[in-house]
């Protein structure tokens, strides 16, 4: 079964940092856009970022721009989310996701989602 694995979060005081990892179980992976979304207790699924498969191109949500930073490792079959400034607003389950499209905030043209991992950011 084709699968993207999220690692890396966890419990972290405000302005602290947390990198997040996602690994594609699959080679065809290296040619989808991937991004990633967050959803907090109650809200919407929201994006977060996405790279192009060539990693040429990003994109940001407003809310995290200068403070995270989106990055793939294709020979890896990865991708990845530098956190830093951390706020308390940012606590989420953050999930990974692909699609072969081109990048956008639509969660829907994501044909692949991770499990997703929790990131606590407390006050």
């Known amino acids: 079964q084709v699968q993207l694995v999220e690692l890396g979060g966890g419990v972290v005081q405000a302005g602290g940092s947390l990198r997040l990892s996602c690994a594609a179980s699959e080679r065809a992976f290296r040619t989808y856009t991937m991004a990633w979304f967050r959803q907090a207790p109650g809200k919407d699924r929201e994006f977060v970022a996405a790279?192009?498969?060539?990693?040429?191109?990003?994109a940001y949500a407003d809310s995290v721009k200068g403070r995270f930073t989106i990055s793939r490792e294709n020979a890896k079959n990865s991708v990845y989310l530098q956190m830093n400034s951390l706020k308390p607003e940012d606590t989420a389950v953050y999930y990974c996701a692909a699609g072969r499209g081109g990048i956008t905030t639509a969660r829907a043209l994501y044909n692949y989602w991770g499990q997703g991992t929790q990131v606590t950011v407390s006050s």
């Open positions: 790279i192009s498969w060539s990693g040429s191109s990003t």
